[in-house]
């Protein structure tokens, strides 16, 4: 019994160990993106940037000495930092190196939620022939700590617990959150998605964006001369969606992992009420 009660612990332990591990990496993920889309919306889409262009030949010169501050203050809104690595990153050059963390990070994300599904298999399994008791405190211990995962089948608030895990009130809620559920999902492809975005204005930076530091505002794409220079964009284009691409993948196969965490948590669950009432 003591060698049982010891190894619960150690598979409740651990499994929580790794959930929060989950937890984290997702937390990371966010404050990624909380990061880098405010830096993008300041250098292309921000109203400082219209300012500050359309104040460019103006010979007032308590507009030109506010301009200079509020040009001081744009630039410097532009660039992301990272400030728990130490580093500093210009939105003008997050297609590869950004693209490349998130990816990182994607991958790290696919490696956690792989092992907590492959604990949960194994703790439901060695824990067969427990008692009911013993697995409740498995099924308990590990469903409190998980932040997606619950032992009530429905999305809606509970208010009645005659309702409570009723197949008409599970289908009900199931249906009114159709919606809900798949916008929720996407969060497994949010990676691909935002580097897809960085993507997307990084090209539009070089061939429609005016660049407020030339001359006459034209375009990138009018100052690139060697070939050595469209070699270089051409290759981090391409590494940035090469990159999207493989967070799509590797997004999917998270999704396929925590959809299974949940149908093993619920099928434990099942099983230890089956025990129970036979």
């Given at each position: ?76 809104s ?18 590869f ?12 994300l ?16 060695v ?45 009900k ?41 030339r ?64």
């Amino acid at each position: 019994m003591n060698e049982n009660e010891d190894l619960m612990k150690l598979f409740v332990e651990k499994a929580n160990v790794s959930m929060r591990r989950v937890r984290w990496i997702q937390f990371a993920i966010i404050i990624v993106s909380i990061s880098i889309i405010p830096a993008i919306w300041n250098t292309y889409l921000s109203w400082n940037r219209n300012v500050i262009k359309a104040s460019s030949d103006t010979k007032n010169e308590v507009v030109k000495n506010t301009t200079t501050e509020l040009t001081k203050n744009w630039v410097e809104s532009t660039y992301i930092n990272f400030s728990f690595v130490g580093v500093k990153v210009s939105s003008s050059d997050i297609a590869f190196l950004t693209s490349l963390g998130i990816t990182v990070l994607v991958i790290c994300l696919y490696y956690s939620t792989r092992t907590v599904n492959h604990l949960l298999a194994e703790t439901f399994n060695v824990s067969s022939g427990y008692s009911v008791n013993q697995k409740r405190y498995i099924y308990y211990g590990i469903i409190f700590s998980s932040a997606f995962s619950t032992w009530i089948k429905s999305d809606d608030p509970v208010k009645d617990l005659k309702e409570l895990n009723t197949i008409i009130e599970i289908e009900k809620s199931k249906q009114k959150f159709k919606l809900v559920r798949f916008i929720i999902s996407m969060f497994y492809f949010y990676p691909g998605i935002l580097i897809l975005i960085i993507l997307l204005f990084d090209i539009l930076s070089i061939s429609s964006f005016d660049s407020l530091f030339r001359g006459n505002f034209y375009s990138v794409i009018q100052s690139i001369h060697s070939s050595g220079e469209w070699i270089q964009i051409i290759c981090t284009d391409v590494f940035a969606l090469l990159l999207s691409s493989f967070c799509f993948i590797i997004g999917n196969s998270v999704k396929k992992f925590n959809i299974s965490n949940t149908d093993l948590i619920m099928k434990y669950n099942l099983s230890i009420q089956i025990e129970t009432n036979s």
